[in-house]
């Protein structure tokens, strides 16, 4: 990696198809058993979606342009599903004419949708979570109460669809476990009721939410999310699950950050560092990257990055505080107020390497906001 940024005459997001294949197989590893379905909104680019088709994973589709991305790597269909809750009713007709037969659903009007629009489907319904202990919540907008998600499968039985499944989304970098243990008792209860009701599961899909190991918090301090401690978690719910239920259950998940976050860097350049007054009187120190929110680096109000600046590595290099921010017209593009340290005498032009930002980077890159470009991508196989 470190290699191929310093190779890099211009700014470029780098993926490195071997780490991403490590992540995956050590993942696989811990969680026997398990069919992983790549969240592809994590990292869209087809070098990466194809390499993890390769290894065996489906994806999880949010739209109808994602699922042709996804059918484009040549998994076969079955490894693909409609994971987002939302949906048109032309969104639903359109997977459904691509083949897609399995639904995420959450509410009785999306499943009366997909009863018309993509008959005799297959649905599983995502359960509502707190988000508590994830960086990145996703409460309240997805998701629904055990006492609904009974009724929204007995909804799509009598609709002529197949209940097949539940599905929870712990919250993205969750840093806990305590969240999939509850996440695993609320799975288990409602699978006894909907047992009880002749509704017999054939999977459950444990979402994402698994976390990235190389970003520090607001503060910079570096995040140690119990990883370990969460397999285990998930080995022993997905057990216990098996043993609640009637009917034999495949598991599923949805990982996304966890799969790419660390293994994509970014190689940009120094804008400027300046030191101005401040209207209370301080004095502050600014370093503007040429890269920020808006190309590349898109969770930078949430997470902070390791940044590297190779032209000043030596021991001697002096430091000043200073605080973060990408190159254009809009306050948002900073890493917040508290500043890091960063070489005294960082000049325009100078690279700076930017890791663990492999995930929600690609994507979530504007057309070309204040005429910033989105950054090129390249792929490197670093066993090549
Ligand atoms: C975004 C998303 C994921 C991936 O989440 P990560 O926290 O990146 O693992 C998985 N499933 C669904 C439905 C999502 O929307």
């Known amino acids: 990696m470190r290699a191929a940024l310093a190779a890099a005459p211009e700014d470029v997001i780098v993926f490195d198809l071997a780490g991403i294949e490590a992540q995956f197989t050590a993942l696989t590893e811990e969680l026997p058993g398990l069919s992983v379905r790549f969240a592809m909104k994590a990292c869209p680019v087809d070098g990466v ?15 109808p342009r994602e699922i042709e991305q996804a059918i484009a790597t040549g998994v076969p269909l079955e490894r693909i599903h409609y994971g987002n809750t939302i949906k048109s009713d032309r969104d639903i007709a359109a997977a459904h004419r691509l083949g897609v037969r399995d639904f995420a659903t959450d509410s009785l009007e999306d499943v009366a949708a997909i009863a018309v629009h993509a008959p005799g489907s297959r649905v599983f319904c995502r359960l509502a979570t707190d988000g508590y202990g994830a960086l990145w919540g996703l409460s309240r907008k997805f998701g629904c109460s055990a006492a609904d998600a009974v009724r929204v499968l007995e909804a799509a039985r009598q609709a002529g669809l197949t209940p097949a499944g539940l599905s929870v989304h712990v919250g993205s970098q969750q840093m806990t476990s305590e969240a999939w243990r509850r996440a695993f008792e609320t799975l288990a209860d409602v699978i006894v009721t909907l047992n009880g009701r002749g509704i017999l599961l054939d999977h459950v899909n444990l979402g994402g939410g698994l976390p990235a190991l190389g970003y520090a918090d607001r503060q910079g301090r570096r995040l140690d999310p119990p990883v370990d401690k969460i397999f285990t978690v998930i080995r022993e719910g997905m057990q216990q699950l098996g043993e609640a239920s009637e009917s034999p259950l495949r598991f599923v998940m949805e ?25 209370d009187g301080e004095r502050e120190n600014w370093l503007y990257l040429s890269c920020g929110k808006f190309n590349g680096l898109y969770e930078m109000d949430g997470v902070r990055y390791r940044l590297v600046f190779p032209t000043h590595a030596g021991t001697g290099t002096e430091h000043v505080p200073a605080v973060i921010a990408g190159p254009t017209c809009d306050s948002d593009d900073a890493y917040g107020s508290d500043p890091v340290p960063v070489p005294r005498d960082a000049a325009s032009g100078d690279p700076v390497w930017i890791f663990a930002c492999g995930a ?6 504007t057309q070309g906001f204040n005429g910033f470009s989105p950054l090129p991508h390249t792929l490197i196989d670093e066993r090549a």
Request: glycine share 14%.
């Open 49 to 63: 979606l194809l390499r993890l088709a390769e290894l065996g994973s489906g994806f999880d589709a949010a739209s």
């Open 255 to 279: 990982p996304g950050r966890h799969l790419v976050a660390d293994h994509g860097a970014i190689r940009a350049h120094v804008s400027r560092l300046t030191t101005r007054g401040q209207l």
């Open 360 to 365: 929600y980077a690609t994507g979530y890159m």
